[in-house]
């Protein structure tokens, strides 16, 4: 069987193995190279909103959403299944993976209201956006200075984000910002909900290798309600700790599908390449490299699977080490099948006719985003007493 660790159930139950192929099947079937290009306007536009509409019909788009608000009820297993399945089928849902970080913070600290709002409208297939970094503030994210006051009544937010990715897609973004001084740069944060079309909110996009994905975000005298804070004031380093097993988690499963694209990509490529009379898989040099990628494949899926969960049988415990190790092996990985793949195709894995660079330069960024892998071997290392 060609790729037996991708279809194998590792430790899914029927009714999951069934959902994962589901949406396996779907992506085969809506997202062709022919029919992704169409969709993705020549792939610059990775979040096509008809596509998640219909997946959000389908019941998947609010997998891990509760069912009180239009979800279907499952947990962060489910939604890393379809994460990974939806990366490796290409399903032009560019958005969802950010947007379902925001569903984290709300399920944790949302009013009824927000959640009503909010987790009703991404079930639906909507998009929500969140933004901690900004130009001075990245690995070092308790540095920000984005500033909001309560004046009358009303939050009136101050500053400039940056990478805020699918912001231009999303109905609120979740801004992380400074209501008050602290004695440390950990202290004085605060959540508050901005409605994209908020007066005083500028969205201009960012050029990058991906196309139009993040944006920079200018607040000038931003007014939204006292009702727009999420969770509690002055609580907003506390309230991002709490969703880092869940962030780390949903990066890593993303990557890992692309890994796992970029890998059946090259095996595909090498069982029908032929050169010195024979298939270019059937030299070891090449074998080997798929060996390699193939194992590195199965243990990524299994510590993402666990990390998901354990996160599912405990949602208020923090596993700073298992999580961080999820995302630093699924985004080396995504980077390395990506590399060898373009090596594997010689010189058609470099030209843009086939897809394999593209996989290469959507996966040269999950090591950035999302905390740096260097930052996650500093959590790692910190886990280990050093
Ligand atoms: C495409 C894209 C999408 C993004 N989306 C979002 C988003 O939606 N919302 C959001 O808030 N942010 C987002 N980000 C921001 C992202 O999380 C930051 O880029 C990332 O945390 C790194 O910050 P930086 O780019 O400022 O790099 P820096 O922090 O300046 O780091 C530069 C280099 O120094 C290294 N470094 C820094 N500190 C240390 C240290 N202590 N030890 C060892 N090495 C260190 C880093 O690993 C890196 O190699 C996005 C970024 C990109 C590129």
Redesign the pocket.
Known sequence: MATVHSDSHLGLSEEQQDFARAVRDFCARECGPERLKELTDGFEDLHHAATARRMAELGWYGVAIDEAYGGSGGGLLEACLFLEETARGEAPIGAYA?TLIVVGALTRFGTEEQKRRLLGHVAEGGAL?????EPEA????GALQTRAELRDGEWVLDGTKT???YAHKAQEILIVCRTDRGESKHEGLSMILVPREAEGLTVTPID?L?GK??NELHLAGCRVGADALLGEEGHGWTQLMAGLNYERVILAASALGLAQRAFDEALAYSKERRQFGRSIGSFQATQHKFADLATDLVQARLLVRAVATMTDADPERMLPQEASMAKLACTELAKRCALEGMQIMGGYGYATEYPMERYLRSAV?TT????????QR?IIAKTLGL
């Open positions: 950010v956006a969140i933004a901690m970094s990245g690995s070092d994210v990478w805020c990715s990058t991906g994905e993040t960024v950035i985003f999302g905390g740096t892998s260097e930052i500093n």
